[in-house]
């Protein structure tokens, strides 16, 4: 009687402990979207006025064209541009190979939709959503803007720019409804994990990004 009795508690807390492990980043990402919950929009129009958006890359095609994802991006903030709620748009993505250019490929698409190459600054070092948001704050000297990218990814790139040192409020373009289903559920599998990351690296590691360089400010 007493074996059975131990064995069935090794695995009841084996179960426990499973999902707990499988809770874990369920919870992280609920307390991140509350956190961010009153620095997020969907609509351009109610987006209060900031001084800058930051565009982050999202992937580019084998011919050097944005994937729709990006291009909706983009468009996200060239639609803050043309009802003034931005002066100036910060494109920041992955350029780490010659062949390789998202924010080459996010300025064009700005420029075709009518924004100044003044208004834009290329950072060609945001290989990621913290180390775009630490180059914003440290390399470009950014303390206030307006994030832009899709809604599933916009909570953390929220929090993460407002943990690092930006004022930041975000902007969400459409996803689901919008995008495959199956491609939707792969991204945010893989935000969940994503989220756990962000988390220790605002507040337990804080890395430095792959690469810093000279001050940068945007004037």
Known sequence: MLPKLLLLNQ?????????????????????VR??????????????????????FGAGVWADGTPTPMLADRVQGA??????GSIKKILMTGDNSTPDYNEVKAMEEY???QGVSVEDITLDYAGFS???SCYRAK?????????LVTQNYHLPRAVYTCRQLGVDALGLG?????????????????????????????????????TFLGPFEGIS
């Not at 695995?11 to 307390?31: D, G, K, M, Q």
Request: hydrophobic share 50%; no cysteine.
């Open 173 to 209: 373009t459409p996803d689901w409804g919008k995008f495959r289903n199956d491609s939707m559920k792969r991204y945010s599998i893989r935000e969940l994990l994503a989220v756990l990351k962000a988390l220790l690296e605002v507040h337990i590691t804080r890395p430095k990004p």
């Open 129 to 131: 959503t913290y180390e």
């Open 138 to 146: 440290e390399i470009f000297g950014i303390t206030q803007a307006v």
């Open 11 to 31: 695995r009841l807390i084996l179960w426990l402990l499973v999902l707990t492990i499988l809770l874990i980043p369920l919870v992280l990402n609920f307390y």
């Open 34 to 55: 509350v956190a961010t919950s009153k620095y997020r929009y969907k609509n351009p129009e109610k987006v209060p006025a900031q001084p800058i958006a930051i565009v």
């Open 110 to 112: 700005a420029i075709n």
């Open 78 to 83: 060239v639609n803050l541009y043309k009802i």
